[in-house]
T-cell receptor, first 110, second 113 residues
Framework: DAKTTQPNSMESNEEEPVHLPCNHS???????IHWYRQLPSQGPEYVIH???SNVNNRMASLAIAEDRKSSTLILHRATLRDAAVYYC???????????FGKGTRLHILP | NAGVTQTPKFRILKIGQSMTLQCTQD?????MYWYRQDPGMGLKLIYY???????DKGEVPNGYNVSRSTTEDFPLRLELAAPSQTSVYFC????????????FGQGTRLTVV
């Protein structure tokens, strides 16, 4: 199974941009890159996903490396409410499962 | 907008007791999933289903059973509760296409004493 590698934790100051990295060196051509986040005491929620091109939505941006072996989730202006665990996941066309890794715990400093 | 609904929200079980965690979704999703999350850890997939009548094991299926008789419901059964099953359980549903998102319930916090 294709796996992802993320830093265990990161810190950022409030109202500054945050770049959360993810390595997925064994990604296949049809694997999508998904990001979910889990706020304290809540279930995970979808943030963004992409295949090859960079993606933007109201929550974040996803920058995908040209070789697709890494990606970066960008929160343009972090708030205290963005403090959460962020999971980078590959969803695989030939596999029905969604497997979570350990994620990155993001701390936002006021 | 109900989405994915899990009941109960909290439960305390004694060792050896049985219980069923309920999960229902109103989005007509074919794919449904059960996860457990131990304190400070990530989510582990217990079982999943790609449609009514079809279930399959995930990463940590031992001690659990599931059934999928309808598209909407995906109950998780614990037959003989053990302290190691103390965890928060999350149910999720999705369209199942590789580029689609999954929707999660708010979780059931289970303590086995």
């Amino acid at each position: 199974d294709a796996k992802t590698t993320q830093p265990n934790s990161m810190e950022s100051n409030e109202e500054e941009p945050v770049h959360l990295p993810c390595n997925h060196s064994t990604i296949s051509g049809t694997d999508y890159i998904h990001w979910y986040r889990q706020l304290p005491s809540q279930g995970p929620e979808y943030v963004i996903h992409g295949l090859t091109s960079n993606v933007n939505n109201r929550m974040a941006s996803l920058a995908i490396a040209e070789d697709r072996k890494s990606s970066t989730l960008i929160l343009h202006r972090a708030t205290l409410r963005d403090a959460a665990v962020y999971y980078c996941i590959l969803t695989i066309l030939r596999d029905d499962k969604i497997i979570f890794g350990k994620g990155t715990r993001l701390h936002i400093l006021p | 907008n109900a989405g994915v609904t899990q009941t109960p929200k909290f439960r305390i079980l004694k060792i050896g007791q049985s219980m069923t965690l309920q999960c229902t979704q109103d989005m007509n999703h074919n794919y449904m999933y059960w996860y457990r999350q131990d304190p400070g850890m990530g989510l582990k997939l217990i079982y999943y289903s790609v449609g009514a009548g079809i279930t399959d094991k995930g990463e940590v299926p031992n001690g659990y059973n599931v059934s999928r008789s309808t598209t909407e419901d995906f109950p998780l059964r614990l037959e003989l509760a053990a302290p190691s099953q103390t965890s928060v359980y999350f149910c999720a549903s999705g369209e199942g296409r590789a580029g689609s998102e999954a929707f999660f319930g708010q979780g059931t916090r289970l303590t086995v004493v």
